[in-house]
C-alpha cells in the first residue's frame, strides 16, 4: 500500500531535549516536506527536499533540522525543542509531473513542557 | 511569494444545502490548487484538484471553479451530509511548494 508512514504519533518531551520525529514513503517520490499545523494559522512548511541531499528552508524553519540521506526517508530533528515548538506536524510527500498530488503521512503531536 | 487567503474560517449549514469556501492567492504564476479534507485527529486527505488550464472540475457533489484572471478559486458542496463535516484547505503551487489556506471549519447539522 502506498503511504507515507511517520512516528511517533504522540510525543512529549521537555525543553532543549533533541528529538527526531521520523518519515518515510514507499512511493519513490523525490519531493518530501515537513509542515506544522497550528490552530487558525492553517499547515505551514518547515523544510522541503526536491531530492537525495537536497533540502531547502520553508516558510518556518527555525529551530528545526533535517536531512535526506536516502530517497524514502526524511527526518525532522528538534536539537533543543522549546514550548513554541508544540504543534501537530505532518510529513508529505508529492509525485511529480501532470498528476502531482501531496501525500500526508499521519502527523505527530508533539507537546513540549 | 505566494499569499493564500480563505474565507469564511467557519461554515454552518442545514443537511442537503450547499456550501461555498473561496481561495484567492496572489502570485499569478501558480498553476496547481488542490482543496484537501480534514477530520478531526486525521491527517489532510485530496478531495478534489484543478490545473490553470481548466476552469470546473466536479466530482459527484464537490466541485472546484477557478478564475484566474481574478485570482481565485472556490469549493463548492451540494447536498451537504453531517459527514462533510470536517476542516477544508485550499493551496495554490508556487514553484516547489503548496502553500494552504488557512482552512474553513464546515459544520453541516442535521
Known amino acids: 500500500e502506498a503511504q507515507v508512514t511517520q512516528n511517533p504519533r504522540y510525543l512529549i518531551t521537555v525543553t532543549g531535549k533533541k528529538l527526531t520525529v521520523t518519515c518515510s514513503q514507499n512511493?519513490?517520490?523525490?519531493?518530501m516536506s515537513w509542515y506544522r499545523q497550528d490552530p487558525g494559522l492553517g499547515l505551514r512548511q518547515i523544510y522541503y527536499?526536491?531530492?537525495?541531499?537536497?533540502?531547502d528552508k520553508g516558510d518556518v524553519p527555525e529551530g528545526y533540522k533535517v536531512s535526506r540521506k536516502e530517497k524514502r526517508n526524511f527526518p525532522l530533528i528538534l536539537e533543543s525543542p522549546s514550548p513554541n515548538q508544540t504543534s501537530l506536524y505532518f510529513c508529505?510527500?508529492?509525485?511529480?509531473?501532470?498528476?502531482?498530488?501531496?501525500?500526508f503521512g499521519s502527523g505527530t503531536q508533539l507537546s513540549v513542557l | 511569494g505566494e499569499n493564500v487567503e480563505q474565507h469564511p474560517s467557519t461554515l454552518s449549514v442545514q443537511e442537503g444545502d450547499s456550501a461555498v469556501i473561496k481561495c484567492t492567492y496572489s502570485?499569478?504564476?501558480?498553476?496547481?490548487f488542490p482543496w484537501y479534507k480534514q477530520e478531526l485527529g486525521k491527517r489532510p486527505q485530496l478531495i478534489i484538484d484543478i490545473r490553470s488550464n481548466v476552469g470546473e472540475k466536479k466530482d459527484q457533489r464537490i466541485a472546484v471553479t477557478l478564475n484566474k484572471t481574478a485570482k481565485h478559486f472556490s469549493l463548492h458542496i451540494t447536498e451537504t451530509q453531517p459527514e462533510d463535516s470536517a476542516v477544508y484547505f485550499c493551496a495554490a503551487s508556487w514553484w516547489t511548494a503548496l502553500i494552504f489556506g488557512k482552512g474553513t471549519t464546515l459544520s453541516v447539522s442535521s
Open positions: 502570485d499569478s504564476a501558480s498553476n496547481y
Open positions: 512511493m519513490n517520490h523525490e519531493y
Open positions: 508529505a510527500s508529492r509525485s511529480q509531473g501532470a498528476n502531482e498530488k501531496l501525500f
Open positions: 527536499s526536491m531530492n537525495v541531499e537536497v533540502t
